[in-house]
């Protein structure tokens, strides 16, 4: 044999950030347009408890463990406008997915992870059975 010499390369292997995971998670989330209006609302929401605002190049993903709530008063002061300014036609306008159970209320969106938390918002009677 001639003097070459083969190597082998080693590639260490990451796991996936898109990989697919049927497990409950607890977290409900929104993806938002990444417009003015909602890197705003990502402003907004990346300072609240359990929640984790991820900027990509054409959207921004807001998750939040548990529940998260969307108060318009509080984006509307953000954005510079009046109160009542964004509401959740505004909301909805900037949002393009989501998942949870999303409930709008006269002046906020709620979003929760679990469908039974929200039962009492929707007016869902948990029974139980034996």
């Known amino acids: ?6 190597t082998k390369t080693r590639y260490a292997t990451t796991e996936s950030a898109f990989k697919s995971d049927s497990t409950p998670s607890n977290r409900c989330g929104v993806t938002l347009m990444n417009n003015q209006v909602g890197a705003v609302v990502a402003e907004v929401m990346r300072g609240k408890d359990g929640v984790t605002v991820t900027h ?9 463990i548990k529940r998260m709530d969307f108060d318009y008063a509080e984006i509307s002061e953000a954005l510079g406008e009046d109160e009542g300014f964004f509401d959740a036609a505004a909301f909805e306008e ?3 997915t989501h998942y949870g159970r999303m409930i709008h209320e006269d002046f906020r969106t709620i979003m929760f992870a679990n469908p039974e938390d929200a ?5 869902f009677d948990l ?3 034996a």
């Not at 044999?1 to 083969?6: E, I, K, N, V």
């Not at 039962?119 to 007016?123: H, V």
């Open 127 to 129: 029974k139980t059975y």
């Open 94 to 96: 900037n949002m393009s």
């Open 119 to 123: 039962a009492e918002y929707i007016g």
């Open 1 to 6: 044999m001639s003097g070459y010499q083969s």
């Open 56 to 64: 990509l190049p054409s959207m921004i993903r807001v998750d939040g």
